[in-house]
């Protein structure tokens, strides 16, 4: 019963190196979202996707990408890493909108140095 | 400029007793609450929600409480375990909204 994937769990990056933050989970659902935890922070909404093809803007989206190609994954891209995209960075799915409770990843622990 | 705010980065208190954690908001078109629950290198749980046309509801050891007029919410906890250590998200949205959480309160429960 995994529910949702995270990987990596920890990753350093060089300023301007790009990578992908992957996501997958396995319980069908419809919605799926990226959040950024700074510390003493709350999480904030980086985008979501409400179905396989649709992503949209969230609260801080400036400097990264993503896509869902498929309603199992939603991959997170970071282009050209910056020092202020140092984070952690969860990764959660819903079945429904926001009166659903949504299932969290174990988090992606990001430093650009 | 915060929507939700936790006013309390930590609490702590003694196994067996009552923890109360508390929750004010400014958006007055939130009509759905949410309490999260998170161990360190781990994600988010779910624990209890709300909606906006109850003032109460509670599963076993976890309550939660809405005030509407005063846009405030509380999660109380009784009796308080040391597992129950982790801090607390509140999270709150309007309809087919997008979740706002606050900063979170950190739990400490005393043996």
């Known amino acids: 019963n995994a529910g949702v994937t995270q990987t990596p769990k920890f990753r350093i990056l060089k300023i301007g190196q790009s990578m992908t933050l992957q996501c997958t989970q396995d319980?069908?659902?419809?919605?799926m979202y990226w959040y950024r935890q700074d510390p003493g922070m709350g999480l904030k909404l980086i985008y979501y996707?409400?179905?396989?093809?649709?992503?949209d803007k969230g609260e801080v989206p400036n400097g990264y990408n993503v896509s869902r190609s498929t309603t199992e994954d939603f991959p997170l891209r970071l282009e050209l890493a910056a020092p202020s995209q140092t984070s952690v960075y969860f990764c959660?799915?819903?079945?429904?909108?926001?009166?659903?409770?949504?299932?969290f990843g174990d988090g992606t622990r990001l430093s650009i140095l | 400029d915060q929507q939700v705010k936790q006013n309390s980065p930590s609490l702590s208190v003694q196994e067996g007793r009552i923890s109360i954690l508390n929750c004010d908001y400014t958006n007055s078109m939130f009509d759905y609450f949410l309490w999260y629950k998170k161990y360190p290198a781990e994600g988010p749980t779910f624990l209890i929600s709300?909606?906006?046309?109850?003032d109460k509801n509670e599963d076993g050891r976890f309550t939660v409480f809405l005030n509407k007029s005063a846009k405030h919410l509380s999660l109380h906890i009784v009796p308080s375990q040391p597992g129950d250590s982790a801090v607390y998200f509140c999270?709150?949205?309007?309809?087919?909204?997008?979740?706002?959480f606050g900063k979170g309160t950190k739990l400490s429960v005393k043996p």
């Open positions: 999270a709150a949205s309007e309809l087919r909204g997008n979740l706002i």
């Open positions: 319980m069908n659902h419809n919605y």
């Open positions: 959660a799915s819903s079945y429904g909108a926001s009166n659903q409770p949504q299932h």
């Open positions: 996707s409400v179905g396989a093809g649709i992503t």
């Open positions: 709300i909606s906006s046309i109850k």
